[in-house]
């Protein structure tokens, strides 16, 4: 199995497609339910498309992670964009500055385990989520 | 860039959404659904999401956006054959589609329109 998967944003809607494909295929791959994966899934949509909306260009990172006797996927979402200046502001349900309704970065968080996200305003967003198998 | 196939049966458009719709073609369908609307003076439209694999923020924004234009033209829509992981999925990212007409699938949403008047058979 391939333990890395990466898939390069640039500037292109289908490339959210692109890298929600890799992320279910990753999740199915490593033993994820239906609904995890779709869990998994949504939320990779919702990072891609923050880094298609917001920065154009970027990268999301897929990861098939273990830590003692649990295993789970990472995946790292990453541009050079403008930043998000006020994250707590962006972390509330229903804000959001490119009209897209604002659920993706709390829905995101919402729907995995673990959520974190660094921001710098004028260098660029990392968001970083994992989910566990149980 | 694929098109979407808008059907149409008596009263009633019919739409089965695809899986990989990117959010290009998410607005162009909308504008083709509101032209079908416009040039078949449907009554009616059931949005079959059967075979969508995933519902985010983007596409639940365009279904409901789509819906209200719909209502706005004079036609009623029903959403069919959302999946349950779509619907765990949708529900935690926090995307409702209040106001919409939902039935489990196509035959319960056309019978849903029926009752509701959409549909119209001899009298009325």
């Given amino acids: 199995m391939e333990k890395i998967k990466e898939a390069n944003m640039n500037s292109n809607s289908e490339d959210v497609v692109a890298a929600r494909q890799l992320a279910r295929k990753m999740a199915e791959e490593l033993g994820f339910g239906l609904a995890d994966q779709t869990r998994i899934t949504a939320a990779v949509s919702e990072l891609s498309r923050n880094i298609y909306l917001y920065a154009g260009k970027g990268r999301v990172v897929i990861k098939a992670i273990s830590q003692s006797t649990k295993k789970g996927i990472e995946v790292v979402a990453e541009d050079k964009g403008p930043g998000i200046p006020d994250i707590d502001l962006a972390m509330q349900d229903g804000y959001s500055t490119s009209n897209s309704l604002g659920q993706g970065l709390p829905g995101t968080k919402r729907l995995m385990d673990e959520f974190e996200i660094k921001s710098q305003v004028g260098a660029g967003t990392t968001v970083t989520i994992r989910k566990w198998l149980t | ?124």
Avoid at chain 2, 15 to 36: F, V, Y
Avoid at chain 2, 58 to 72: N, P
Avoid at chain 2, 87 to 95: C, F, R, V
């Fill in chain 2, 1 to 124: 860039m694929e098109k979407v196939p808008i059907l149409k049966m008596g009263d009633i458009l019919i739409l089965t959404l695809q899986i990989k719709l990117h959010d290009k073609m998410a607005l162009r369908l909308q504008g083709d659904i509101l032209e079908k609307i416009s040039e078949s003076r449907a009554q009616s439209l059931v949005i079959d999401v059967s075979a969508v694999d995933l519902v985010d923020s983007f596409i639940g924004r365009m279904l409901s956006d789509t819906v209200t234009m719909a209502r706005t033209m004079g036609t009623e829509t029903v959403l069919v054959g959302i999946r349950p992981e779509i619907a765990i999925t949708m529900q935690e990212l926090g995307l409702e589609l209040e106001g919409i007409h939902i039935a489990l699938n196509l035959d319960k949403g056309i019978a849903l329109l029926q009752n509701r008047g959409g549909v119209r058979y001899g009298e009325d």
